[in-house]
């Protein structure tokens, strides 16, 4: 199976800051990586497919970056509705592993 | 508007059966691949189990593999969770999504989620 890796898992940010976290796999998986954010009580959203690609609706303030192993999310200046927590996940091959998550609060 | 609505959660005692469904309405559900995703309370997401839009293609994490069974009813637009055996490390809240694509191999992304169903499994 295909572990993955996120940090920082937690981080304090205030507003406007550009906030980067990072995403690695156990495996090559091309770009099949999937970036999601999760508010308390809610199912997650989508943000990031293919690694790069920014799903319609996404403020694009929001931008995902790398390939094989090593990944990037980047929230370019971090808004109030951005303090969340945040997954990878890969579908390269099953079973489609997610990160344990990064927690962005506020400063 | 696309849209997906769990149902079947509740409480069950460790050893028995449960069965979720996952009603899909505002997409055409035959066209995509569907999953059930869960998270114990306070934890990280977890993959649970896939299946490919036409049901040839199924896959499940090593944690449930032999005691959960994922299938769909394509006419009723439907997607199921058979989980047996159920055991205390089941007890999670467990999402239906969709994927972006319709097959498993190099599955896309999961573009549309369900408010969830809460499972507890305890005595």
């Known amino acids: 199976d295909i572990q993955m890796t996120q940090s920082p898992s937690s981080l304090s940010a205030s507003v406007g800051d550009r906030v980067t976290i990072t995403c690695r796999t156990s495996?090559?998986?091309?770009?099949?990586l999937i970036w999601y954010q999760q508010k308390p009580g809610k199912a997650p959203d989508l943000l990031i497919y293919?690694?790069?690609s920014l799903h319609s609706g996404v403020p694009s303030r929001f931008s995902g970056s790398g390939s094989g192993t090593d990944f990037t999310l980047t929230i370019s200046s971090l808004q109030p509705e951005d303090f969340a927590t945040y997954y990878c996940?890969?579908?390269?091959?099953?079973?489609?592993?997610f990160g344990p998550g990064t927690k962005v609060d506020i400063k | 508007e696309a849209q997906l609505v769990e149902s079947g959660g509740g409480l069950v005692q460790p050893g028995k059966s449960l069965r979720l469904s996952c009603a899909a309405s505002?997409?055409?559900?035959?066209?995509?691949?569907m999953h059930w995703v869960r998270q114990a309370p306070g934890k990280g997401l977890e993959w649970v189990a896939g299946i490919s839009w036409e049901s040839g293609g199924r896959a499940y994490a090593d944690s449930v593999k032999g005691r959960v069974t994922i299938s769909r009813d394509n006419a009723k637009n439907s997607l199921y969770l058979q989980m047996n055996s159920l055991r205390a490390e089941d007890t999670a809240f467990y999402y239906c999504?969709?994927?972006?694509?319709?097959?498993?191999?190099?599955?896309?992304?999961?573009?549309?989620w369900g408010r969830g169903t809460m499972v507890t499994v305890s005595s």
């Open positions: 505002g997409f055409p559900f035959d066209d995509y691949a």
């Open positions: 999504a969709k994927d972006m694509w319709s097959n498993l191999d190099g599955s896309g992304a999961f573009d549309i």
């Open positions: 996940q890969q579908t390269y091959s099953a079973p489609f592993t």
């Open positions: 495996q090559f998986i091309n770009s099949y």
């Open positions: 293919s690694a790069s």
